[in-house]
């Protein structure tokens, strides 16, 4: 998970939900949307799992 911070640039507390739960689900909106731009396909197509 903190190679995940890193890559995103965000504190491991605001990834994992501790500072507000509706920062996790923006984050991972965000980065689908920006994958989805990158690939050139639409934002429902991209899939983002994460394990705790």
């Known amino acids: 998970m903190e190679k995940l911070a890193i890559i995103l640039g965000v504190a ?3 990834l994992m939900g501790q500072d507000d739960a509706g920062t996790l689900r ?3 909106a965000n980065a689908q949307m920006q994958i989805a731009r ?10 983002i799992t994460i394990e705790m």
Do not use: H, K, T, Y
């Open 38 to 47: 990158a690939a050139g396909i639409s934002a429902n197509r991209v899939r």
């Open 12 to 14: 491991l507390p605001e």
């Open 26 to 28: 923006q984050l991972i």
